[in-house]
């Protein structure tokens, strides 16, 4: 993600600057639970190829994006039930099994539950119900229920409750089956329960805890209930719970104690009579004389929590007891249930500038690095640390940031180029998950703006800032410093606002006021505001290209927040409230002259009230030389702003992405958008869509992917001014894929860019939504193309063609993940050769390698990929890529979610 300074939020957001490469980008709807859960049923993994590269003898980078490809990932649904349980009893005796009930599957699913006697036994329950037992005490929580609800990953305990008959006689047995059944998948698992009936001593253990989740380090006290529902006296009672020592410790602390008196841990004859307690190792051994007939106890003790990572601790007594008082017969084994703590997962993140460790002082939290000229890029290497005790992804952004505006800010990874994207889906950028003590080491690239003169050598500094998604309150930033190089630059042409004689941004390079806008405007949703501006040259005579822009970049021009398009217009008057003919530059300005035009700013419909956003205007010549320096540049900026009052609510249609690519002169070129209905209805109502192209010689056509396979052929259906688009096109949530086929018709010179901007319109002519897509004149003319296939078995060959269109994933009936195969291809379509060229791609979410990387064309030893089974980044690189060659980059990936 770029984060400039002035928050542009419409257009092309992501400015990837990375030598000779080429990025794929996953830029879906990863919406997930928690910071750290699998992507669930429905999440759209989207990859995006992004190529730059430079022209043979030039300095100038060069940037092409792809065709998005989409995988759609299927819900799953499993589970598991555990497990049979077998138990003594008395006749007339209420039993209870435990049983355990989990979601294994990869969205929320509604289980009915049932339990029923069994046939081929002793005898039938009566009162036979399902319980819940949360906190896994062994004891029901609260009504008898038929059904249950967990999200994906959850568990739940289960009890089933069941009568024995009074009149049993003993070594009767009887079962009873537990049967859960998927509500969505008709799915079925079943436990079998037996209880035996005994005329003798039956002695029953329960386990718990005094609390259900706990921290590292915590004290729990643990109590043991024991009971003899028999009619006879047992004899001997031996019960032990064995402590796993990288979980649980035992505390000796005094406190523990059998029915309330005091017992000692040491061995010897140091108990109170009846009960001999002592620890052996990490095992804690109690033995009863006897348990009469009717009667109950417990035991308690404290244990320590020693567990570092988050989850669950599992904890089961063993007992053996006498039942019939007598040494010729064999004591019967049983176990209590099963208690559980969860270890509650705690997160915390330090972001410094060193290697080493995860230091927070001062010294480790300062990053300088070495001055550059105006328009130079400053390099920060900064690391991420999780230091929670869970895994856990990072958002990244900046806080106060001083540095002269505008300019540009990224992130990228440690080698950096490729950059870091949003990879669960809330549209910020992130460090993907990091396992606890895990580091991410980052690059964060500033690039100073050109247009700003530095008098002084001032030190100015950004705060990358690391904000922890299992608990947004965790932060930490780390300062980046650094400094531009004293300039000393003549200006040739000045831009003002008119008919302002005076605070309107005169002279050269006074793009601020202050810091503040030099006029701000307020206009309202679906309206206009319009800038009066004035254009002064002097020097020999040329004309001036018009653009505006959302943060002054200009290497790639996004339009400001809630803002459908600004357009310019020649003024009939001398303060635009006569609109002329719509211009895209003056006419030619002799030396002294001026020029006054009008910039007009729509609004979109469904934007919402804001205040103070930024728009900055700018005037260039691509031919003007100075007569006393080459090096002069010919341009001006100047930034002002609108406010913005909302009449509509927030529409829930989008249009997207914004997309860019070049062209040869005459050449043409096919951009592919997705239009998405959010809302929980069909559209209804009419809606077309209005195309507008800033630079004559372009023409814009557009169609409907009509057999959506991604590919703009004879079968697609033209989109006309006034085609409707309606409810039967797009359903609720659903989408439909349109090509914009834009051409140059006009044979324009290398260099014109033209900005096509595609509006989606309202019966009442309102705006919805918008694209942009920027096409440059190039000599070179590079493609880039990216498709993709499945191979369910993962034999790297393709069952099916290759497409652009959106594939389903999952996993098959043998639970082994699909996989899908990725094929990218370059082509150089332009007159002139390119030097070396870069493939960067990753995995996408939720996938592994399976088949490593092939590029026949690929200079030995270039290729780089995952080890298979593991994820992360790809590359190659071919030496060249000549007029009219095409190479091609294929791996494959292995659906690793639920």
Excluded at 785 to 809: F, P, R
Excluded at 830 to 838: D, P, R
């Amino acid at each position: 993600m770029i984060t400039c300074n002035t928050r542009a939020t419409f257009g092309s957001r992501r400015f990837l600057w990375a030598q000779l490469g080429l990025l794929a980008l996953s830029i879906g709807s990863l919406f997930c639970h928690d910071a750290h859960a699998a992507p669930l049923a429905g999440t759209i993994i989207s990859n995006m190829a992004i190529g730059e590269y430079k022209e043979e003898g030039s300095s100038v980078v060069q940037t092409s994006r792809s065709n998005l490809v989409q995988t759609t990932i299927i819900p799953v649904y499993t589970f598991t039930l555990t497990a049979n349980r077998s138990v003594q009893a008395t006749a007339g005796q209420r039993v209870f099994f435990s049983h355990e009930l989990s979601n294994t599957g990869n969205s929320t699913d509604r289980y009915n539950l049932t339990a029923a006697n069994l046939t081929g036994d002793n005898f039938d329950y009566s009162s036979i119900v399902v319980y819940l037992d949360a906190n896994r005490d062994g004891i029901p929580d609260g009504s008898a229920i038929s059904s249950y609800s967990l999200a994906a990953g959850e568990s739940i305990g289960l009890l089933v409750g069941a009568t024995i008959p009074a009149g049993s006689s003993n070594a009767a047995t009887g079962d009873v089956q537990l049967t859960a059944t998927s509500q969505t998948s008709s799915q079925s698992q079943q436990n079998t329960d037996r209880s035996t009936v005994s005329n003798q001593a039956v002695i029953l253990v329960r386990k718990s805890f005094s609390v259900s989740t706990v921290n590292q380090n915590q004290i729990v006290t643990v109590r043991l209930d024991y009971e003899n529902p028999g009619v006879v006296a047992s004899g001997q009672v031996s019960i032990s719970d064995t402590l796993n020592a990288a979980q649980l410790s035992y505390v000796n602390d005094g406190t523990e104690n059998w029915n309330g008196q005091i017992v000692d841990p040491a061995t010897g004859s140091n108990d109170p009579t009846g009960i001999n307690y002592y620890l052996n190792g990490n095992t804690i051994n109690a033995v009863l004389t006897s348990v009469p007939a009717g009667s109950s106890g417990f035991i308690q003790f404290k244990v320590k929590v020693n567990q570092v990572l988050p989850g669950r601790i599992p904890n089961t007594v063993q007992v053996s007891y006498d039942h019939d008082n007598s040494a010729a017969t064999t004591d019967i084994s049983t176990n209590s249930n099963t208690a559980i703590l969860t270890i509650n997962p705690s997160y915390g993140v330090e972001i410094n500038g060193i290697s080493t460790s995860a230091s927070s002082a001062a010294a480790d939290n300062l990053v300088t690095a070495p001055a550059v000229s105006s328009g130079g890029e400053l390099l920060f290497r900064n690391y991420v640390w999780n230091t929670g005790n869970s895994e856990d992804r990072f958002n990244l952004s900046f806080t106060n940031d001083n540095f002269p505006t505008p300019h540009q800010v990224e992130f990228y990874r440690a080698d950096g180029v490729t950059p870091l994207l949003d990879s669960n889906g809330d549209g910020i950028t992130d460090t993907g998950l990091l396992q606890a003590g895990e580091k991410l080491e980052i690059v964060v690239r500033l690039r100073t703006p050109t247009t700003f003169a530095a008098s002084a050598t001032t030190s100015y500094s950004l705060f990358p800032k690391a904000q922890s998604l299992g608990n947004s309150s965790k932060t930490d930033t780390v300062e980046d410093r650094g400094s531009i190089i004293i300039t000393d630059a003549s200006r040739l042409v000045d831009l003002t606002n008119s008919p302002e004689t005076s605070n309107n941004g005169t002279g050269n390079s006074s793009i601020k006021n202050a810091g503040n806008p030099w006029k701000t405007l307020t206009g309202s949703s679906s309206g206009t505001v319009i800038f009066p501006l004035s254009v002064k040259h002097m020097g020999t005579p040329t004309a001036y290209a018009l653009s505006a822009d959302a943060d002054g970049n200009f290497t790639t021009v996004d339009l400001p927040q809630g803002v459908a398009a600004i357009r310019f217009y020649q003024s009939t008057s001398n303060s635009c409230t006569t609109l002329g003919s719509e211009i895209q530059q003056t006419r030619l300005l002799a030396d002294g002259e001026s020029q006054l035009y009008c910039a007009v700013v729509t609004l979109k419909a469904d934007v919402a009230t804001a205040s103070n956003i930024p728009v900055y205007f700018k005037v260039a010549s691509s031919t003007y030389v100075s007569s006393n320096n080459a090096s002069n540049p010919g341009f001006d900026t100047l930034m002002n702003a609108i406010n913005i009052s909302s009449l509509n609510s927030t529409g829930s249609v989008v249009l997207t992405p914004d997309l860019r690519g070049q062209i040869a002169p005459n050449g043409t070129i096919v951009y592919s958008h997705n239009l998405i209905n959010n809302a929980a209805t069909a559209l209804n109502g009419n809606y077309y869509l209005a195309i507008s192209n800033d630079q004559p010689g372009f023409e814009t056509t557009l169609y409907y992917d009509l057999n959506n396979n991604g590919q703009l052929d004879s079968t697609d259906l033209l989109i006309n001014g006034t085609y409707n688009i309606n409810g039967s096109m797009i359903a609720a949530g659903a989408q439909l894929r349109i090509f914009a086929k834009v051409q140059n018709t006009g044979y324009s010179g290398v260099g014109v860019v033209n900005t096509t901007n595609i509006i989606m319109r309202d019966g009442s002519n309102n705006t919805i939504d918008s694209v942009t897509d920027i096409t440059t004149i190039s000599a070179t003319q590079i493609r880039l193309s990216k498709l993709q296939a499945k191979d369910n078995n993962c034999d790297g060959v393709a069952e099916g063609s290759y497409t652009a269109a959106t594939l389903t994933i999952g996993r098959n009936a043998n639970g082994s993940g699909q996989c899908v195969l990725y094929r990218v291809t370059v082509q150089n379509q332009g007159a002139l050769n390119i030097g070396a060229f870069n493939f960067r791609d990753t995995t996408p979410a939720a996938t592994v390698m399976v088949i490593a990387p092939v590029c026949s064309s690929c200079t030995a030893n270039t290729i780089s990929a995952p080890a298979i089974g593991q994820s992360g980044s790809i590359s190659g690189t071919v030496p060249a890529v000549a007029s009219g060659a095409s190479h091609v980059f294929e791996f494959g990936v292995r659906y690793a979610g639920q």
